[in-house]
Structure formats: C-alpha cells, structure tokens
C-alpha cells in the first residue's frame, strides 16, 4: 500500500489504528526501561527510537511526553530524553513510601488470600531457598520480585497497587542493586518473606503488615550503608 504524501504511517488503518500503535509503543518502551535495557541516565533520540520501535517520530514524541510525565524518562530541548537517575535521597524516599504501601498491600492479601494464592507463595518461597547457592542472585532477585506481585494480587486492592506501581522502584533497584555486595542472596530475606507468607496462611492482617514493613527496610538499610544521604554527609562534616 502506498501511503498520500504526507501521510502519517501510524494511522494507515484509521484513528483508532493509530491510537493503538502509540499505546503499543508506550508499553513496548516502559518495558524496555523496566527491564534494565537502558542504563539510568542513558539519551533517548526519536531517531533511534523510532527505528527500533518502527512507529513514527509523532507516536515517540507522543509516547516519551506520556514516560516523562509518569516519571520513567525526563525530557531535553532538542527533541530526546533520558532514562531517570535518582539520587541517594530520592531512592531512600521512595524505599520509605514503598514499605508503608506495600505494607498496607499485605495486610489486605492476609484478609482476601485465596487457597491458590497460598499455594502460589508458598513455591515461590521454595524455590528461593533453592537459590542459597553461589552464582543464584539474578535469579532470586527475580523470585522476589515475582513474590511482591504475587502479595499484590491476591490483596485485590487496585488503588494501592497502581500507588505502588507508581513509584518507579524497579528502576531504583536498578541503579543501586550492586548496594549488596554480596555473591549469594541474604539468608535473612528468604526467612522475611516467610514470615510475610505465615501471617498471610494465618490471616492476621496486622503480622503480615508489620513482616512486610520489617523485610522492605533492609532494602534501604543495604542502600543507606553504602550510599551516603546529603544529611548522612552532613552529619560526618559536623562530627
């Protein structure tokens, strides 16, 4: 088919074509800057985005305006954008807001946890026990991961969760997962989310709040510890 010139080739089928080729590219690329593809900071040009997208400079433009306003890219003059770096301060404050909402997300999946999704936690847990061996942290890291949707889910509590999914944490970890230095995975994690999975088998709203709240603090304990804040820093010069 040959298009009119001028023609924009996002909207051969029609306006709700179109639309759709723009949604898609918005999804194709957040999951692209989820999933570590980028670095943090790394410059994003319509150019190269449009060919490895295969849409047109309007749809990226559309699409990079809808990233920066969710907070996954920021924007630059000339027509490009970089992936988000998040300072020491921002990361701490988003650990902070994650563990108060993620808390509130396990208390609700202790009231509304069905028998299948037990099941599913209790193997998730399993098989991060598996990975207590040398060279098993990409995969354990991706076990937790799939264990707080996993809480997510069954908490069926849709507000909350576009709350937390809000928060850009994936790409925080991201730029400081190497905060833990350590070869294998922390021993410690694997009994935390346990402890988060019996106060869901139990049902007790509040155990499974306060295990959530206790587990996602070593996270920023871990970043903290090798990452300076400005009022760490300013705490070492006054002493």
Same mark, same amino acid.
């Given at each position: 088919m040959v298009l009119a010139a001028g023609a924009d080739p996002d909207n051969e089928g029609g306006p709700d074509s179109g639309a759709n080729r723009t949604l898609q590219a918005y999804h194709d690329l957040r999951a692209l800057i989820l999933s570590g593809h980028y670095e943090p900071d790394s410059r994003l040009t319509e150019s190269g985005l449009t060919t490895q997208l295969q849409v047109s400079r309007g749809t990226i433009r559309s699409v990079l305006a809808r990233l920066a306003q969710e907070g996954y890219v920021t924007t630059e003059a000339n027509r490009s954008a970089r992936t988000r770096s998040f300072s020491v301060d921002e990361a701490i404050e988003i650990l902070e807001t994650r563990a108060v909402l993620e808390s509130a997300l396990a208390a609700k999946a202790a009231e509304r946890a069905t028998e299948a999704d037990i099941a599913a936690m209790t193997e998730t847990c399993k098989r991060m026990w598996d990975l207590q061996v040398p060279g098993g942290r990409e995969e354990y890291w991706n076990l937790n991961r799939k264990f707080h949707e996993q809480v997510k889910r069954?908490?069926?509590? /849709?507000?909350? @969760? =576009?709350? !937390?999914? $809000?928060?850009?944490?994936?790409?925080?970890?991201?730029?400081?997962?190497? /905060?833990?230095?350590?070869?294998?995975? =922390?021993?410690?994690? !694997? =009994?935390?989310?346990?402890?988060?999975?019996?106060?869901?088998? @139990?049902?007790?709203?509040?155990? /499974?709040? /306060?295990?959530? =709240?206790?587990?996602? $603090? $070593?996270?920023?304990?871990?970043?903290?510890?090798?990452?300076?804040? $400005?009022?760490?820093?300013?705490?070492?010069r006054k002493g």
């Open positions: 069954a908490a069926r509590q /849709a507000t909350l @969760t =576009r709350f !937390v999914d $809000s928060l850009l944490y994936p790409l925080v970890m991201q730029q400081y997962r190497d /905060a833990d230095r350590r070869a294998n995975p =922390r021993t410690d994690s !694997v =009994r935390e989310h346990e402890a988060i999975l019996a106060a869901i088998v @139990t049902h007790n709203p509040e155990s /499974a709040a /306060a295990a959530m =709240r206790h587990h996602l $603090s $070593s996270a920023r304990r871990a970043l903290q510890l090798n990452f300076p804040t $400005s009022d760490d820093q300013r705490d070492l």
